[in-house]
């Protein structure tokens, strides 16, 4: 799990890199086709016919969409807004998946949920701070990727009973590959990488599909109660490659946002774990 969440930031603090100079979306097609073919050369000579059997297509095409506009609002979000502070506002995500575990999921939710939810958004709003130093667009992009990333969550509750977990993590670089394929006469163009830029690009690709590939690994091993509080060490990661990569240190409210919506999230998988008992 520790490994999964680094190769997500490297992914981050790449693609803020990168987003600099070249179309997101051009990024975007870069890091589903490689994890794409990594997949292809990985898996499917052993699974064959069983990586894409799926008995709800639909669900898993949606889903599968869902994260490519995660991706893409994020990266976008990059170019206007510090490293850490796009990633901590991203994890307000497990708060809205418990909010819409009711309506959408049929779970009940206790007044210690929605307690631990409040404080996570206050938590955001911290970091937000309207009328602060942070950039409205990125702001606007930040939250489309976390609703996006929120529907993705729910998808992903509702197959998980049923389908193959590889299967699921397949359709989200093949639908990701052929959404972006298609679209590529609307953005393609811009500056030619060199070789360095080039392997950076490439390895968008590398950083998703290793981290999600070793997320399930992790879950495989551990139960997701224990496991879920590590993925906050993301936000470790996304504020020590933001100071060293970018020269950027989240001042003292911004960090204390930070903390709270960490807090708040293991406070929830904490509960998730007492009700599961």
């Known amino acids: 799990m520790l490994a999964a969440v680094m190769c997500f930031a490297l992914l981050d603090a790449t693609a803020k890199h990168l987003s600099q100079t070249f179309p997101v979306p051009m990024l975007v097609w870069a890091r589903y086709t490689l994890h794409f073919l990594l997949m292809m050369l990985v898996l499917a000579p052993t699974m064959r016919w069983r990586l894409v059997t799926t008995d709800r297509p639909r669900l898993q095409i949606m889903r599968a969409l869902m994260l490519v506009g995660t991706t893409g609002f994020c990266m976008?979000?990059?170019?206007?807004?510090?490293?850490?502070?796009?990633?901590?506002?991203?994890?307000?995500?497990?708060?809205?998946?418990?909010?819409?575990?009711?309506?959408?999921?049929?779970?009940?939710?206790?007044?210690?949920?929605?307690?631990a939810s409040l404080c996570g958004f206050a938590g955001a709003l911290l970091i937000a701070r309207p009328g602060?130093?942070?950039?409205?667009?990125?702001?606007?992009?930040?939250?489309?990727?976390?609703?996006?990333?929120?529907?993705?969550?729910?998808?992903?509750?509702?197959?998980?009973?049923?389908?193959?977990?590889?299967?699921?993590?397949?359709?989200?670089?093949l639908i990701g590959t052929v959404s972006m394929t298609?679209?590529?006469?609307?953005?393609?163009?811009?500056?030619?990488?060199?070789?360095?830029?080039?392997?950076?690009?490439?390895?968008?690709?590398?950083?998703?599909g290793t981290g999600h590939y070793m997320l399930i690994a992790a879950f495989r091993l551990a139960p997701a109660s224990t496991l879920s509080p590590l993925l906050?060490?993301?936000?470790?990661?996304?504020?020590?490659?933001?100071?060293?990569?970018?020269?950027?240190?989240?001042?003292?409210?911004?960090?204390?946002?930070?903390?709270?919506?960490?807090g708040s999230s293991v406070a929830l998988a904490l509960l998730q774990r007492r009700t599961a008992r």
Not at 86 to 107: D, K, N, R, S
Not at 149 to 158: A, E, L
Not at 239 to 261: E, N, Q, R, S
């Open 132 to 173: 602060g130093t942070l950039n409205l667009t990125g702001l606007i992009l930040v939250l489309a990727a976390a609703t996006c990333y929120s529907i993705y969550q729910i998808q992903t509750r509702m197959l998980s009973p049923t389908e193959n977990t590889l299967t699921m993590l397949f359709y989200t670089a």
């Open 232 to 262: 906050y060490v993301q936000l470790i990661w996304a504020t020590l490659l933001g100071w060293l990569v970018f020269d950027h240190w989240p001042d003292a409210t911004t960090l204390t946002g930070m903390a709270i919506i960490a």
């Open 76 to 115: 976008a979000a990059f170019r206007h807004l510090p490293l850490a502070e796009t990633t901590a506002l991203l994890f307000i995500t497990p708060l809205v998946v418990t909010l819409l575990a009711g309506p959408f999921l049929h779970e009940k939710i206790g007044r210690l949920h929605w307690a």
């Open 182 to 208: 298609v679209a590529a006469p609307l953005y393609w163009g811009g500056p030619m990488p060199n070789l360095l830029e080039g392997l950076m690009i490439a390895s968008l690709g590398i950083y998703g």
